[in-house]
């Protein structure tokens, strides 16, 4: 079993739809969630950090973490065309644990929206 | 320049070639890292580098070594590669504090390597 699984897609949306993207995990001891967006031909983009449980916004983009799943999700609200990406997760352990700082991705989950 | 540069963008190398990728950091960082992204695989942490130091080795083979001469610049000597290895390189760096700053690790764009 994968340390943590995150569906390939593709995704294909219409402009303006809602997004839901998730991972799921297996290590009890990740504290530190994240996502990353990657533009094709670029690094990695860091796009929402949260740390433990709940739920994190910044403008049209929620983060949410749900640690008695095991499982966290990213939600793009009115979605653009400039949104199309791959969107990767990412997660580690925390602050002075052997994983820390060490992070573990998702596969990464190719999004289009198309206008 | 801003942010974390990679150089060179491209490398076409055959098996017997010795390259390196070069990595630099204009953010004040004191950790970086170098993950390879292969095609359907997720992102693998190679090395990293906090303070200078080499503080992890991923099981990576010895075809790749790591060098840090100080914490902004960040190499990836290449030797004897093989064309399995052919995958974008990516560079990272971070703050190395207490309290999750650590994990906030800024990517430059890669360089894309292609072993004949």
């Known amino acids: 079993q994968k340390e943590v699984e995150q569906d390939p897609g593709p995704l294909s949306v219409p402009e303006g739809a809602i997004v839901s993207l998730n991972c799921t995990y297996s290590n009890s001891a990740f504290q530190y969630f994240m996502w990353y967006r990657q533009y094709s031909r670029k690094g990695p983009e860091l796009l929402m950090y949260?740390?433990?449980?709940g739920n994190k916004e910044d403008g049209r983009f929620t983060a949410q973490v749900d640690k008695s799943s095991k499982y966290i999700s990213l939600f793009i609200r009115d979605s653009q065309p400039s949104d199309s990406a791959t969107y990767l997760c990412?997660?580690?352990?925390?602050?002075?644990?052997?994983?820390?700082?060490?992070?573990?991705f998702g596969q990464g989950t190719i999004l289009t929206v198309h206008p | 320049e801003t942010g974390v540069t990679q150089t060179p963008r491209h490398l076409v190398m055959g098996m017997t070639n010795k390259k390196s990728l070069k990595c630099e950091q204009h953010l004040g960082h004191n950790a970086m890292y170098w993950y390879k992204q292969s095609a359907k695989k997720p992102l693998e942490l190679m090395f990293v580098y906090n303070f200078k130091e080499q503080t992890e080795n991923n099981s990576v083979p010895s075809r790749f070594s790591p060098e840090c001469p100080n914490s902004s610049h960040l190499f990836l000597h290449l030797h004897t590669l093989q064309p399995e290895d052919s995958a974008l390189y990516l560079c990272?760096?971070?703050?190395?504090?207490?309290?999750?700053?650590?994990?906030?690790?800024?990517f430059g764009p890669g360089t894309r390597l292609t072993v004949l």
């Open positions: 990412a997660m580690s352990g925390s602050a002075g644990g052997t994983s820390y700082g060490k992070l573990t």
């Open positions: 949260t740390y433990s449980s």
């Open positions: 990272a760096s971070s703050p190395w504090t207490s309290g999750g700053a650590g994990n906030e690790q800024f």
